[in-house]
T-cell receptor
Framework: QKEVEQDPGPLSVPEGAIVSLNCTYS??????FMWYRQYSRKGPELLMY????GNKEDGRFTAQVDKSSKYISLFIRDSQPSDSATYLC?????????????FGAGTRLAVHP | SQTIHQWPATLVQPVGSPLSLECTVE??????LYWYRQAAGRGLQLLFY??????ISSEVPQNLSASRPQDRQFILSSKKLLLSDSGFYLC???????????FGEGSWLTVV
């Protein structure tokens, strides 16, 4: 079993839709949770970062963490064609003094006009 | 503000040739540095990390090596490339333990 599971998609939605992206994990030692957005042939860009259960909102993006269920989500409201990208979840536990990030495989999102 | 530079952006190398990818971080000191590889359709795989000059740890056995000759410089090398080394290589940094990781723009390597 992988430590982090993420549906690769692709997910295709119309402009303006609410998008829900999800990851599950098995390691209860994970303390920090991140979402990255990666455009084609570019490096991942940090979108959201949280270390506690609950919701964190930033503009059209909301990150949700449920540690009891080992489940995290990213919601995108009023989705735009510019949101079309691959979204990677990542989780971190502290190991040997550095950030050991474990990534999901990424979900490819296409928002069509 | 902090920035990370990685080069070259794209390269095509023959099997058996050497490799050198370079990464520098500006605007911070004593960062943690990382090299990741992203194969087509797959997730990010951590190759090396460094918590200080000359301190390199490897996550997976391979024909690649890494070096950190200066505080904010991280180099990924190979003496002889294999076809399986093709992929997207990403340098990343973090301010320290307990913080998130920031990525560079990546280097596309095709071994032919």
């Amino acid at each position: 079993q992988k430590e982090v599971e993420q549906d690769p998609g692709p997910l295709s939605v119309p402009e303006g839709a609410i998008v829900s992206l999800n990851c599950t994990y098995s390691n209860s030692a994970f303390q920090y949770f991140m979402w990255y957005r990666q455009y084609s042939r570019k490096g991942p860009e940090l979108l959201m970062y949280t270390y506690s259960s609950g919701n964190k909102e930033d503009g059209r993006f909301t990150a949700q963490v449920d540690k009891s269920s080992k489940y995290i989500s990213l919601f995108i409201r009023d989705s735009q064609p510019s949101d079309s990208a691959t979204y990677l979840c990542a989780m971190s536990s502290l190991s040997g003094g550095y950030n050991k990030l474990i990534f999901g495989a990424g979900t490819r999102l296409a928002v069509h006009p | 503000s902090q920035t990370i530079h990685q080069w070259p952006a794209t390269l095509v190398q023959p099997v058996g040739s050497p490799l050198s990818l370079e990464c520098t971080v500006e605007g911070t000191s004593n960062p943690n540095l990382y090299w990741y590889r992203q194969a087509a359709g797959r997730g990010l795989q951590l190759l090396f990390y460094s918590v200080g000059i000359g301190q390199i740890s490897s996550e997976v056995p391979q024909n690649l090596s890494a070096s950190r000759p200066q505080d904010r410089q991280f180099i990924l090398s190979s003496k002889k490339l294999l076809l399986s080394d093709s992929g997207f290589y990403l340098c990343a940094w973090s301010p320290g333990v307990g913080n998130t990781i920031y990525f560079g723009e990546g280097s596309w390597l095709t071994v032919v």
